[in-house]
């Protein structure tokens, strides 16, 4: 069964860091563009982190650009996101995605993803 699982969700004060994990199981990431996704409520869901399957080359919103960092570790089968300077509008269900054969640009801009994850909750708050 093919599967992304997020994990490392939580309650976080502001100012604060988290890490969130996303493995996969049923297919092997390496050869897909991995994303990082979030839809807070009442706003439409946005990409906040893309990168390749080849070249690791990313691409971020100017909204969490320098604060957020995605990464991946092929060996484990599992694509990391590292929120710093966490604030409270960074509250949200975040989701991770994969995608065959779209750009880092393209996924997180338009969204592609051919499998999607459950998502897990990140909620910054005093």
């Known amino acids: 069964q093919l599967q992304l699982v997020e994990s490392g969700g939580g309650l976080v004060q502001p100012g604060g860091s988290l890490t969130l994990s996303c493995a996969a199981s049923g297919f092997t990431l390496s050869t897909y563009t991995m994303g990082w996704f979030r839809q807070a409520p009442g706003k439409e869901r946005e990409g906040v982190a893309c990168i390749s399957s080849n070249n690791g080359s990313t691409w971020s919103p100017d909204s969490v650009k320098g604060r957020f960092t995605i990464s991946r570790d092929n060996a484990k089968n599992t694509v990391y996101l590292q929120m710093n300077s966490l604030k409270p509008e960074d509250t949200a269900v975040y989701y991770c995605?994969?995608?065959?054969?779209?750009?880092?640009?393209?996924?997180?801009?338009?969204?592609?993803?051919?499998?999607w994850g459950q998502g897990t909750l990140v909620t910054v708050s005093e």
């Open positions: 995605a994969a995608d065959h054969s779209a750009t880092v640009q393209a996924m997180c801009i338009l969204q592609w993803g051919d499998y």
